[in-house]
């Protein structure tokens, strides 16, 4: 119940094209959603994040589409690059517990 | 703003010996903060939480006596992995609770540890 399942796994999208990472979770505890980009050898930087009171959140090309009743969200990368690629990982926590389940990592490459 | 700093970024030490990670929040003052373990190609798997002053609290299957951690101050939290094997080989990554007290969590640069 504590799991977040992502997929894919890994992911190659032409340039300018949109990437689409899928995230699904069962606890309902969990409120708090964010997104995290890492590129090799380095740690994860947060690029978007949503609550549950709100279906879509826009932040440039990034957007998260929430479905509540589903336990679903997922990322959108519109206009991909190819400075996109790297591994994206999803993540829930209850509020205040700081106790972020992350996702298992998708590998996004973009193709120049 | 809120950002976390980890030094060394990347360490080699020999089967036996201790090695220190040092896990420091820059511009704010962090009362908690976590680390990580990641293995190659995947996910990020929460060791322990470090609590200013106070104990830490470790995840289960965590041996609290090989990984050692200390946070003496509002800025600084320590890992030290104790008489190291090459199993213990892995990124160890930090991250602190900003300066609002609420999420997101701020994620150091990590440190990669090769035990020889």
């Known amino acids: 119940q504590q799991q977040v399942k992502q997929s894919p796994q890994s992911l190659i999208v032409q340039k300018g094209g949109i990437s689409i990472i899928n995230c699904a979770y069962e606890?309902?505890?969990?409120?708090?959603f964010p997104w995290y980009q890492q590129f090799p050898g380095k740690g994860p930087a947060l690029l978007i994040a949503i609550r549950p009171d709100v279906s879509e959140k826009k932040e440039g090309r990034f957007t998260i589409s929430f479905n509540k009743s589903a336990k679903q969200f997922s990322l959108h990368i519109m206009d991909s690059q190819p400075g996109d690629s790297a591994t994206y990982f999803c993540?829930?926590?209850?509020?205040?517990?700081?106790?972020?389940?992350f996702g298992t990592g998708t590998r996004l490459k973009v193709l120049a | 703003g809120a950002v976390v700093s980890q030094h060394p970024s990347r360490v080699i030490c020999k089967s036996g010996t201790s090695v220190k990670i040092e896990c420091r929040s820059l511009d704010f003052q962090a009362t908690t903060m976590f680390w990580y373990r990641q293995f190659p190609k995947q996910s990020l798997m929460l060791m322990a939480t470090?609590?200013?002053?106070?104990?830490?609290?470790?995840e289960q299957g965590v041996e609290k006596d090989k990984f050692l951690i200390n946070h003496a101050s509002l800025t600084l939290s320590t890992l030290t992995v104790t008489s190291a094997h090459p199993e213990d080989s892995s990124f160890y990554i930090c991250?602190?609770?900003?300066?609002?007290?609420?999420?997101?969590?701020?994620f150091g640069n990590g440190t990669r540890l090769t035990v020889t």
């Open positions: 991250s602190a609770v900003g300066p609002s007290g609420d999420s997101p969590l701020h």
């Open positions: 606890n309902t505890a969990f409120d708090y």
């Open positions: 993540a829930a926590e209850t509020s205040g517990t700081y106790k972020y389940i």
């Open positions: 470090s609590n200013e002053g106070s104990k830490a609290t470790y």
